[in-house]
């Protein structure tokens, strides 16, 4: 039987130290800190955003993703529109610079995660830990005690 405690700090210790060397990566390549890649990505998806939208994505706090809004919006990344269905929120858009900076950090985000990932992992592994990993991650955004989006 398999021990539960013990996959789930292997899943803690691989997430932290792929992140640690993503996050360094793209800050010294591209001054890009992981974090706002993630919020750029989720928001080109999507053409825009509202900020609940990224604190749910995210799963951190409606505050803190709004301070994270207002950093890529001060570095000209993003910018905040109108909400023309709710006057209470605004939407979030990526700027030009955004839209370049995420095409330029794309390749790299892929390199490192094919260093990391796609190269140790035979595919037939790699196409078994995807499925088992969104089967899990849609399990617990089903479930409400782990969501984060508070104020």
């Known amino acids: ?5 013990s996959l789930f700090t292997d899943l803690v210790r691989v997430e932290t130290r792929l992140y640690n060397a993503l996050d360094a990566r793209l800050k010294a ?13 989720f928001i080109a998806q999507r053409d825009m955003a509202r900020v609940y939208d990224l604190a749910h994505e995210t799963a951190i706090t409606v505050g803190a993703t709004s301070k994270a809004v207002d950093r890529l919006e001060a570095a000209g990344r993003c910018r905040r529109v109108a909400n023309p269905d ?8 990526l700027t030009p610079e955004g839209e370049r900076l995420l095409a330029e950090a794309i390749p790299t985000v892929e390199a490192e995660l094919q260093t990391w990932i796609g190269s140790v992992l035979p595919a037939d592994v790699l196409e078994n830990l995807a499925v088992s990993l969104s089967m899990l991650r849609q399990r ?3 479930d409400h005690r782990t969501d984060r989006v508070e104020t």
């Open 1 to 5: 039987m398999t021990d539960l405690t």
């Open 86 to 93: 709710d006057r209470r929120s605004s939407l979030v858009m």
């Open 29 to 41: 390549e591209h001054d890009l800190p992981l974090g706002q890649f993630e919020f750029l990505r």
């Open 140 to 142: 617990a955004e089903a």
